[in-house]
C-alpha cells in the first residue's frame, strides 16, 4: 500500500530536518507522497519539491497558520498552494512578525524567572519560523529542563510563567487566505484541542460554512476509534479526509516520518480525495 504523510515541519519553522532531509527521509521511508506544512511560512517548499522530484516523492505545498475561535486557538493547515502568491506571503510575514515579537517577550520573562537563554542563540539555530519549541529547546540545550515536554510543563505552557498570548487573526481569516490563494483549508489535529464533542461539531459545522474544505482523521496520537469519529464529522459536513504525523525532526523524537509513534498509516487513496476536492475547487 502506498503511504502518505500531509503535515509535517522542517527547519523553516520548529523543525529540525531540512525540506532535503525530510525527503531524503520519506525515500527511505517508501513514503509515495509528502506535503511540508511548516508554520506561517511557505519558504521551504520549493526547496522540498526540488528533492522531491530527485528523489521520486510527490510533495504538495502547504503550510500551518495557527488562529483563533472565540477562546480557542486552533490550526489551519492550507495545501495544494501557490506558494508565490504575493498577498498570501505578506500576510503569512505579518504573522511571522507578531511571532517574534511574543518569542523575544517570552524569552525575556524566562529571563526574569531566572531561565537565562539567550534570544540570539535561538535565532543562530533556526532558518525560519521560530516557535515555542525552539525556545524550549534552547532551555533543554542551556540544562534548565529534561526534554520540551517539561519545558511546556514548567515554563511555556500556557498559565506559566513565561508564557505570552499569541496575538492570531481567526479562524474565518485563516480559512479565506488559504481559499483565495486557491488551497484547500482544512483543520489540523482536531481532538487534540480539550474542547467536548458537542463543542468541535458545533465549530466544525461553523467553519466548514465559512469555506473550510478537510479534516485532518489521521494523527500519531488518534486511534482507530478517533480515526472514525473524525470521518463521521467529516462525512456529516462534507469535509474531505487529510492527516499526517506531525513530525518535527528531534523536537519530537518520538514521532517518525510517516508512522507517527509507530502504528500511524495514512493511504494515498487520501492524496487521491485531495485531489479531486481541489480539481473541483478549480473547475
Avoid: W
Avoid at 136 to 154: D, L, M, P, Q, T
Avoid at 171 to 196: D, F
Amino acid at each position: 500500500m502506498k503511504i502518505v504523510d500531509l503535515h509535517t515541519h522542517s527547519n523553516y519553522s520548529d523543525g529540525t530536518f531540512s525540506p532535503m532531509e525530510i525527503i531524503k527521509c520519506a525515500n527511505k521511508s517508501n513514503i509515495s507522497a509528502l506535503a511540508l506544512t511548516d508554520h506561517d511560512t511557505v519558504n521551504g517548499v520549493e526547496e522540498a519539491i526540488y528533492y522531491g522530484n530527485k528523489y521520486g516523492v510527490e510533495v504538495i505545498s502547504g503550510v500551518e497558520i495557527s488562529a483563533m475561535y472565540d477562546e480557542n486557538e486552533l490550526h489551519i493547515v492550507g495545501l495544494f498552494l501557490d506558494i508565490y502568491d504575493v498577498e498570501f506571503n505578506k500576510k503569512l510575514e505579518i504573522a511571522r512578525n507578531k511571532r517574534d515579537e511574543r518569542n523575544f517577550l517570552m524569552v525575556e520573562k524566562l529571563r526574569e524567572n531566572g531561565i537565562k537563554i539567550d534570544y540570539n542563540n535561538i535565532l543562530k539555530k533556526s532558518a525560519g519560523v521560530i516557535t515555542r519549541a525552539n525556545i524550549a529547546r534552547e532551555i533543554v540545550e542551556c540544562g534548565y529542563a529534561k526534554n520540551n515536554n517539561e519545558c511546556f510543563e514548567r515554563f511555556i505552557g500556557k498559565g506559566k510563567f513565561g508564557y505570552v498570548k499569541p496575538d492570531l487573526i481567526n479562524v474565518k481569516e485563516a480559512i479565506n487566505m488559504i481559499n483565495k490563494n486557491g488551497g484547500i483549508a482544512i483543520l489540523a489535529h482536531p481532538l487534540i484541542y480539550k474542547m467536548s464533542n458537542k463543542r468541535l461539531e458545533m465549530i466544525v459545522s461553523e467553519m466548514a460554512k465559512d469555506g473550510l474544505k478537510g479534516i485532518e482523521a489521521y494523527y500519531s496520537s488518534y486511534s482507530q476509534a478517533d480515526i472514525n469519529y473524525v470521518k463521521l464529522i467529516a462525512g456529516k459536513n462534507g469535509l474531505v479526509i487529510s492527516g499526517g504525523s506531525d513530525f518535527h525532526g528531534l523536537n519530537k523524537p518520538k514521532i517518525s516520518l510517516g508512522k507517527g509513534y509507530g502504528d500511524l498509516l495514512v493511504p494515498y487513496s487520501v492524496v487521491e480525495g485531495l485531489k479531486k476536492c481541489y480539481k473541483n475547487r478549480r473547475d
